[in-house]
């Protein structure tokens, strides 16, 4: 029971929809902020790494957190933990900036 109470709070649990509505809202606050070219070379470049990333973020946490809502961090863990997300991020960020 402690082992289904641990999983049901991983960042792994968040629906497809919740994560694509923090993608653009990150998104379009990467592009409002004109950090595009930078966050999408940054981007770019940790994505063989990317699930370190990931753990580098766990020991950030407390920092980061300062920025982010405890949910914002937890899905901007998720998506830099998995390939596919991350690439999506990448893309939106690039679609929305070529507007």
């Known amino acids: 029971m402690l082992n289904e109470d641990l999983t049901t709070k991983t960042p792994s649990n968040f629906e497809e929809k919740e994560l694509d509505e923090f993608i653009d809202k990150f998104s379009e606050k990467i592009v409002s902020l004109n950090l595009s070219v930078i966050a ?3 981007l770019e470049s940790i994505k063989p790494l990317s ?7 766990v020991f950030l946490e407390p920092l980061v957190k300062a920025f982010f809502t405890a949910r914002d961090y937890d899905k901007l863990y ?8 991350l690439e999506k991020l990448i893309t939106t960020i690039e ?5």
């Open 78 to 85: 998720r998506i830099l933990e998995d390939r596919k997300l």
């Open 40 to 42: 999408v070379v940054t």
């Open 95 to 99: 679609e929305k900036a070529n507007r």
């Open 51 to 57: 699930f370190f990333a990931s753990q580098a973020m």
